[in-house]
C-alpha cells in the first residue's frame, strides 16, 4: 500500500490565483481530512469527508472546498489564493490500523507559499 | 468547543533524561487523546494514544496517564535519545463526532542532547 499520498509537495501560488491539492488513499479507508500546520498553532482541520458523496467543515474552512466523489480522492481546492493561506496541508485518513484500533494516517504534506 | 492547550513549547534534556509533556483539555465528554511525533520536514505519526477508559498506557520507553477529573493528560518519555527529538503533538477527540475529528494542541518541541 501506498498509503495516503499528497500532490504536489511544494507549491508558489500568487494572490487571486486557484489550484487544487491533491490527496489519495489505497486503504479503503472511509474517513478522511485536510488540516494546515502554521507555526506555534499546531494542526487545524479545514474540511473532513465520512464516505463517499459526504463533506463536512472543519474549524477552519474559509476559502475552501473539498469534493469526495469517490472513497479513495479528496481533493482540496482554494478558490482565490491569499498570502494568509501560506501553511502546510496535511491530508489524513482514518482507518483500522494493525493493533485493531482506529487510527488516523497523515500524507506527505504540501508546502503552499503563496505570494 | 473542545479547546486543548500544552507545554510546554520547547523542552531541552541530556540523553537519559526523562521527558514530560503537559496537555489539558476542555470537554469532559472527550474520551481518545493520540500523541504525535513529527520530525522535521515529516508528517505527524501515532506513537501512542490512550482512551478514557484507562488511566495510564506504556509502550516500550514512552508512556501517557490521563487524569479525568483534572481533564488533563501527559506523555513521558524515559532514558531519552537524541532519534526522540522532534515535534510533539497532544490531540482531543471532539465528543459525539462519528468522525474522528481531532482538536490539536500548539506543539512541544523537545530538543534531547547527546
Known amino acids: 500500500n501506498a498509503g495516503v499520498t499528497q500532490t504536489p509537495k511544494f507549491q508558489v501560488l500568487k494572490t487571486g490565483q486557484s489550484m487544487t491539492l491533491q490527496c489519495a488513499q489505497d486503504?479503503?479507508?472511509?474517513?478522511m481530512s485536510w488540516y494546515r500546520q502554521d507555526p506555534g498553532m499546531g494542526l487545524r482541520l479545514i474540511h473532513y469527508?465520512?464516505?463517499?458523496?459526504?463533506?463536512d467543515q472543519g474549524e477552519v474552512p474559509n476559502g475552501y472546498n473539498v469534493s469526495r466523489s469517490t472513497t479513495e480522492d479528496f481533493p482540496l481546492r482554494l478558490l482565490s489564493a491569499a498570502p494568509s493561506q501560506t501553511s502546510v496541508y496535511f491530508c489524513?485518513?482514518?482507518?483500522?490500523?494493525?493493533?485493531?484500533?482506529?487510527?488516523?494516517?497523515f500524507g506527505p504534506g504540501t508546502r503552499l507559499t503563496v505570494l | 468547543g473542545e479547546n486543548v492547550e500544552q507545554h510546554p513549547s520547547t523542552l531541552s534534556v541530556q540523553e537519559g533524561d526523562s521527558a514530560v509533556i503537559k496537555c489539558t483539555y476542555s470537554?469532559?465528554?472527550?474520551?481518545?487523546f493520540p500523541w504525535y511525533k513529527q520530525e522535521l520536514g515529516k508528517r505527524p505519526q501515532l506513537i501512542i494514544d490512550?482512551?478514557?477508559?484507562?488511566g495510564e498506557k506504556k509502550d516500550q520507553r514512552i508512556a501517557v496517564t490521563l487524569n479525568k477529573t483534572a481533564k488533563h493528560f501527559s506523555l513521558h518519555i524515559t532514558e531519552t535519545q537524541p532519534e526522540d527529538s522532534a515535534v510533539y503533538f497532544c490531540?482531543?477527540?471532539?465528543?459525539?463526532?462519528?468522525?474522528?475529528?481531532?482538536?490539536f494542541g500548539t506543539g512541544t518541541r523537545l530538543l534531547v542532547s547527546p
Open positions: 489524513a485518513s482514518k482507518g483500522l490500523a494493525g493493533s485493531g484500533l482506529y487510527e488516523q494516517f
Open positions: 469527508s465520512v464516505g463517499a458523496g459526504i463533506t
Open positions: 490512550i482512551r478514557s477508559n484507562v
Open positions: 490531540a482531543a477527540k471532539v465528543p459525539n463526532t462519528g468522525f474522528q475529528k481531532l482538536v
Open positions: 470537554d469532559s465528554a472527550s474520551n481518545y
Open positions: 486503504m479503503n479507508h472511509e474517513y
